[in-house]
C-alpha cells in the first residue's frame, strides 16, 4: 500500500492554494514510487474516493486554527473537531471537515495526518500572503518527514 500526500486548496483563493503550492513543489524532486500525490481542487466526497487505496494520507491545506498567519501545525485525525453538517445540503460542496469526519465514520480515516497552515487571505487572488508563501519549504520538509517516519515504521 501506498502513502497518499493530498494538497487541497484553490489557487483563486490567494492562501487557500498552499496545498496545492506544496504539491507542487514536491512534484518537483525525487519521491519513491509508493508515494502519491493528488492536488485537490474537487469536491470532498472525490476526495474521500482515494483514502481506500491508502496506507497513509497525509493532507496540506490551509486552516483557519486562530494562529499567527504563515504558522504551521500537524495533528493527526483525532484531533480535530467533527463537522456538525449544519451547513451541508449537497455533497457536492463538502469541504474538509466534514469529508474528514465522513471518513472517520466510515473507518476511513485511521492514518490521516493534516498539515495546517493559518492562512492570513483567502479571498479571491492569484497570490498568496508573504507569511505563508515563505513557509512552503518548511511545509515540503515536514511532508518528507511525515513520510520518511511511516517508512521506518512500516
Wanted: proline share 3%; net charge negative.
Amino acid at each position: 500500500m501506498s502513502t497518499l500526500v493530498v494538497g487541497v486548496g484553490s489557487i483563486l483563493c490567494g492562501d487557500d492554494a498552499i496545498g496545492v503550492r506544496v504539491v507542487d513543489e514536491l512534484e518537483k524532486s525525487y519521491l519513491p514510487e509508493d508515494i502519491i500525490i493528488h492536488s485537490a481542487d474537487i469536491s470532498g466526497l472525490d476526495l474521500l474516493k482515494l483514502f481506500p487505496d491508502h496506507e497513509k494520507i497525509i493532507v496540506v491545506d490551509a486552516a483557519d486554527m486562530g494562529l499567527t498567519p504563515g504558522e504551521v501545525k500537524v495533528f493527526d485525525f483525532t484531533e480535530i473537531k467533527k463537522a456538525k453538517f449544519d451547513d451541508s445540503y449537497s455533497t457536492h460542496g463538502m469541504a474538509l471537515l466534514e469529508t474528514l469526519t465522513l471518513a472517520q465514520s466510515l473507518a476511513l480515516a485511521s492514518n490521516v495526518t493534516i498539515v495546517g497552515v493559518q492562512p492570513k487571505n483567502t479571498g479571491f487572488n492569484l497570490d498568496m500572503s508573504e507569511e505563508v508563501k515563505k513557509q512552503i519549504p518548511n511545509i515540503v520538509s515536514i511532508v518528507r518527514d511525515l513520510i520518511s517516519e511511516r517508512k521506518s515504521n512500516g
